[in-house]
């Protein structure tokens, strides 16, 4: 097709797109356990204005692969509510199914993990991705590990919290179903050497289960770790 109309009925209105390139399988998959908040409003946000922060928005349609092994890149991914947004280039696959990003505080890492889960939650929508292209398989489900908060009224810390996500998403990704992962600081909010050590065996199980998952951390024990895992990229 040279053209699609999305409508989106919450919003009471539709766009119309142009795809980027061959456009195969279903369109609209369940994502439930996300919680969408990133790409609510970027729907909110390509569905009744014309651009953002009076820059127009290119989206293009993604390129739907089919087949039994996950895939996933994306070439100039930006995050949509950016004035001037940094593009970034990446590729998951079944020997690199770990991304593991280090660096400074403000560097863009969780930028980048709020950018990929926007766009794959997008592209399950039918719609448009702010990308020069991507292409990628259908997810069955984003799991996000973002924003974890305490809770005082429940006696609740934040590392508590951390843990029962964590926890939550080992078992929900035990079922065989094909699932995106994303967790910013990893490994967080308790003491460094027992975070690092938790750190380590997340990472190192869900490389050996295969998930797609894309992590955040400042801790030092991890980046040596994450060096050293086969199927991990820092």
């Given at each position: ?52 922060h009076g820059a127009p928005v290119h989206l293009g349609l993604p390129e739907m ?140 199980e869900l490389t050996r289960r295969g998930t797609f998952t894309i992590a955040t ?18």
């Amino acid at each position: 097709h040279q053209s699609c109309n999305v409508n989106v009925p919450m919003y009471r209105t539709s766009i119309q797109c142009t795809p980027a390139g061959p456009f195969h399988g279903p369109m609209v998959v369940s994502m439930r356990p996300f919680r969408p908040a990133d790409a609510i409003r970027a729907v909110q946000v390509t569905t009744r204005f014309p651009s953002v922060h009076g820059a127009p928005v290119h989206l293009g349609l993604p390129e739907m692969i089919e087949g039994n092994e996950p895939h996933m890149e994306a070439r100039q991914l930006f995050h949509l509510l950016l004035r001037t947004p940094v593009p970034y280039d990446f590729e998951m696959g079944p020997n690199s199914n770990f991304i593991f990003l280090t660096g400074a505080n403000m560097a863009g890492k969780s930028t980048f993990i709020k950018s990929v889960g926007a766009a794959v939650y997008l592209a399950h929508l039918g719609m448009g991705v702010p990308a020069a292209s991507m292409k990628l398989t259908l997810f069955d489900g984003v799991l996000s590990n973002i924003n974890v908060m305490d809770n005082i009224a429940k006696g609740e810390s934040y590392f508590f919290n951390e843990v029962q996500r964590i926890k939550n998403t080992l078992q929900k990704i035990n079922d065989g179903r094909n699932w995106l992962v994303l967790i910013d600081e990893l490994g967080s909010g308790t003491d460094p050497v027992e975070g690092a050590a938790l750190g380590g065996a997340i990472l190192e199980e869900l490389t050996r289960r295969g998930t797609f998952t894309i992590a955040t951390t400042h801790l030092g024990a991890l980046k040596e770790l994450a060096q050293e895992v086969p199927g991990v990229v820092n």
